[in-house]
């Protein structure tokens, strides 16, 4: 799955969005790109469903996009 974090091109939100993700049960991995905040997120889908993943990442005061 591909997103887009508006705050991700910042180093300190892009730890932050880090540490959310990887306390997902599911999520595997998550590359940043830091030119764009775009965010790939690699995740086992019979375990986490994708609207979860973004959901915990807005809650947490960061924008999808």
């Known amino acids: 799955m591909t997103i887009y ?3 991700a091109i910042n180093e300190q939100p892009i730890q932050t969005l ?4 990887m306390q997902i ?3 595997e991995r998550a590359l940043v790109d830091i030119e ?3 965010v790939k997120i690699t995740y086992n889908e019979t ?6 993943i ?6 947490h005061g960061l ?3």
């Not at 375990?47 to 979860?52: M, N, R, Y």
């Not at 973004?54 to 809650?59: A, F, G, P, V």
């Open 5 to 7: 974090v508006k705050e």
């Open 18 to 21: 880090e540490t959310i993700l």
């Open 25 to 27: 049960d599911g999520v």
């Open 36 to 38: 764009d905040g775009e």
């Open 47 to 52: 375990q986490v469903a994708q609207e979860k």
């Open 54 to 59: 973004k959901t915990r990442i807005q809650q």
């Open 63 to 65: 924008h999808v996009q």
